[in-house]
Structure formats: structure tokens, C-alpha cells
């Protein structure tokens, strides 16, 4: 969100309680951006700027939200059992087992799993299959190579 549209936000928000940016305290905006929780970054630029031209408290701050350490993980045996599920599984849509499988066997991220093309995937003369990955061509496992083969 653009830093006017953010500014535009946080004013209209004043407005509808009744706040003036003098008056501004810091449990008020530590309400606002428990309300807006995208909007802290803009929020943050809108706050520095009030301050430099003496609109607002100097004292107020936009704090960054902590977000808690993942502390779940899965071990070793879960993700075997999902590996194995993804290479194993027929009932499972074909997309789905190779975006599994890529990101169990070679720690893809879905964000980058989505963006590959059939055109990565290719086999040699001996029929072995390979998934070019940036400029690297990475042998695939027989099972998943026959999820990924070409139909």
C-alpha cells in the first residue's frame, strides 16, 4: 500500500475516533496497528514523517510486529511418511505428488515449485529423467521421475 494511502488510512482513522495526530498517544497507536496489522511498515514512514515536521509526539514509535519462531517442525519420520505418500500415493493428483516430492527431496519452496515448466523436465538417451533447476539438470529419483514423465 502506497505511503499516501497508508496516511489517508491512519487520518481517516483519527477522524473516526476522534483523535487529532498532536494528540496521538502510544496506546493509540499501538491500538491502531493491532487493528491494521498489514499496514505497520507504512504506518511506521507515516509516524517518522509526522515527527520530523513536529505533527505528533517525538516519543511515539510504529514497532515492526514480532512474529513468533515456528517451534512444530515435523521430524525425520513425518516427512519420510510424506515423501513416501507423494511418491507412492496414485490417489493423490499428479501435481500435487511432484510438488510434494520436489519439496521434500530438494527443499523447493512451493513459491519456486509453481513457476517450473514441463520444459525443465527432460530425459537422456537412456531414459533417465532430469529436472533443470536454475542451469542445473538434477537427476530425479525413478518414482518421481515416472510422476513427472510425460503422458
Given amino acids: 500500500m502506497s505511503g ?6 491512519s487520518t481517516a482513522w483519527l477522524d473516526h475516533e476522534d483523535l487529532d ?3 496521538l498517544t502510544q496506546a493509540d497507536l499501538d491500538r491502531y496497528l493491532t487493528e491494521h496489522p498489514t499496514k505497520h511498515r507504512g504506518t511506521r514512514a507515516f509516524i517518522r514523517w509526522a515527527i520530523m515536521r513536529r505533527l505528533t509526539d517525538k ?3 510504529a514497532a515492526a510486529p514480532r512474529w513468533p519462531f515456528p517451534i512444530d517442525f515435523l521430524d ?3 516427512l519420510d511418511a510424506q ?3 507423494c511418491l507412492n500415493d496414485t490417489g493423490l493428483p499428479r501435481g500435487i505428488r511432484i510438488a510434494g516430492a520436489l519439496s521434500r527431496l530438494y ?8 513457476t517450473l515448466t514441463a520444459d525443465r523436465y527432460t530425459q537422456d538417451a537412456d531414459g533417465q529423467g532430469y ?3 536454475e542451469h ?6 525413478p518414482k518421481l521421475d515416472r510422476a513427472c514423465g510425460r503422458e
Fill in 21 to 23: 495526530l498532536t494528540e
Fill in 59 to 61: 516519543n511515539l514509535t
Fill in 107 to 114: 527443499a523447493l519452496p512451493l513459491t519456486r515449485i509453481v
Fill in 83 to 85: 515423501l513416501s505418500r
Fill in 136 to 141: 542445473n539438470p538434477v537427476l530425479l529419483p
Fill in 4 to 9: 499516501i494511502r497508508i496516511a489517508a488510512a
Fill in 76 to 78: 525425520t519420520d513425518e
Fill in 131 to 133: 529436472l533443470t533447476l
